[in-house]
């Protein structure tokens, strides 16, 4: 405890909150204007970065260059864009930006392709088959928008891939593939992907633990899309959807930590399979490589033993406060029965970095009584960390922040900014955020680890806001 003390002040004194700011530019946002949206990305090929700002009347481009250099501004007025809203960007080969503007029911989408060189600018419609698809996620990845759907009745996915001002349809048919739950009764494709919507994961980029709970995830990996359903706790059901050919790969990983698992999950990363599993009596991780299914690392924890491979305490979160500590794995596990499971991994430099644990629904509020809780309606999450070396033998060091804890507790600490943006650049994370007081655009640069503050309080102590969902990346 003396320790963990004494490495909370520390981080207080030694977190820089801004590392470094790199650009602010005069803008006039409603912050509580539903029409006043923001987005801060790069361009993949280029690395430009750009800021698109949309109000009710304008839309304001913002180019600055790879060193972060402002090269030009635009602004275009938002005709025939009312009643919709920003959803996603793309890059075309010459380097100009889409926009993706959409109804707030998805029934169509208008491309509007920005031509920075002549200020000029024009627009397509896409009409979405709403009546008969629902859409399960959009994202965008390598400059290209996407948007992923599934058919109303039929055994089928789609998935659209906008650039270059096109929308190429790729359909994946299901219907020869079965599905079973844990007591080995058939289900329906539609009926789990229904139960439980499909997240996207960020392979690059830390995921914390409100996505990587969620049991059926999509992984965009070299023109392949990878889903893992979770869904049947004795297995992961896996599915290699090939863009380039429609073919679809089935592939079953089972989970062989525990008997009479009751709860379990996965998380696909650097071509490596972690699955965990868990009852009321213990839980397992198991690691296995991707291609051949050949299990790399098992480990297991029963409630009375100590789980000697955590590199942290074993944290109790309540609504993205400072976190309590737990001192016994059993308490863990009658916690982490009532909640969502999962792990998330994530590499920094040469380590594998672990979060374990258990995250609630958004919606869903849970009632817990512990000795040292009292017993009120909140949302908890429960977690513990480790490290995994490149030999994947679990290692005790001291863990210093990652960026994005660096952003979080900055984030944390705001009272009047709005429209965050934050992705990664170059070897660093940029957040990028709108200030209400200043009536600026401001991007700043954060990196892993503890710096010099700019700011100093020793009464705040900091929660480890990324391993769970206080905020929320845009």
Not at 173 to 189: G, H, I, L, P, Y
Not at 217 to 228: D, E, M, R, V, W
Not at 359 to 379: A, L, V
Request: proline content about 3%.
């Amino acid at each position: 405890m003396k320790k963990l003390l004494f490495l909370l002040l520390f981080i207080c004194k030694s977190a820089l909150f801004g590392q470094t700011l790199l650009t602010s530019y005069p803008l006039d946002l409603k912050i509580n204007d539903e029409n006043s949206q923001v987005l801060n990305v790069e361009n993949t090929q280029t690395h430009d970065v750009y800021v698109f700002a949309a109000t009710t009347d304008n839309v304001t481009i913002l180019k600055y260059n790879s060193a972060l250099f402002l090269n030009d501004q635009f602004i275009f007025p938002k005709t025939n864009l009312e009643n919709r809203i920003l959803v996603g960007y793309s890059f075309g080969e010459d380097g100009n930006p889409n926009l993706y503007w959409a109804t707030e029911d998805f029934k169509d989408i208008i491309i509007a392709k920005y031509y920075l060189e002549t200020k000029t600018q024009k627009m397509l419609k896409f009409n979405f088959p709403f009546t008969t698809h629902d859409i399960l996620n959009f994202f965008q990845e390598n400059n290209v928008f996407y948007i992923l759907s599934k058919d109303k009745k039929e055994s089928t996915l789609t998935l659209y891939i906008f650039k270059n001002g096109t929308a190429e349809e790729k359909v994946f048919d299901f219907s020869s593939f079965k599905f079973q739950n844990r007591n080995t009764q058939f289900v329906t494709f539609n009926r789990i992907l229904d139960e439980d919507p499909i997240e996207k994961i960020e392979s690059a980029d830390f995921t914390p633990l409100d996505k990587s709970s969620k049991k059926n995830k999509a992984y965009l990996i070299n023109n392949h899309l990878i889903l893992t359903f979770d869904y049947n706790p004795k297995k992961t059901q896996l599915f290699d959807l090939d863009i380039e050919n429609h073919a679809i790969n089935e592939r079953t990983f089972n989970q062989s930590g525990i008997d009479n698992t009751n709860k379990s999950n996965s998380f696909l990363y650097d071509n490596k399979l972690y699955q965990l599993s868990v009852n009321k009596y213990a839980f397992a991780i198991t690691i296995k490589e991707y291609n051949s299914g050949k299990s790399l690392k098992e480990i297991k924890v029963l409630k009375n033993d100590t789980i000697k491979f955590k590199n942290s305490p074993l944290f109790l979160q309540t609504d993205g406060r400072k976190p309590a500590e737990l001192k016994k794995s059993s308490q863990f596990l009658n916690y982490l029965s009532l909640l969502n499971i999962g792990l998330s991994a994530f590499k920094n430099n040469q380590n594998t970095l672990l979060t374990i644990g258990g995250s609630p629904k958004e919606e869903d509020y849970y009632s817990y009584y512990n000795g040292d809780f009292p017993q009120i309606d909140q949302s908890r999450t429960i977690y513990f960390e480790s490290i995994l070396n490149k030999n994947l033998d679990f290692i005790q060091e001291p863990q210093q922040p990652l960026a994005i804890d660096n952003i979080y507790y900055f984030l944390g600490l705001q009272k009047r900014i709005a429209f965050q943006n934050i992705f990664k650049f170059k070897d660093y994370s940029i957040l990028g955020y709108y200030d209400n007081a200043t009536k600026q655009y401001i991007m700043r640069k954060f990196t892993d680890g503890f710096m010099q503050s700019e700011i100093t309080n020793p009464i705040i102590d900091k929660a480890v806001f990324s391993k769970t969902f206080p905020f929320k990346k845009p």
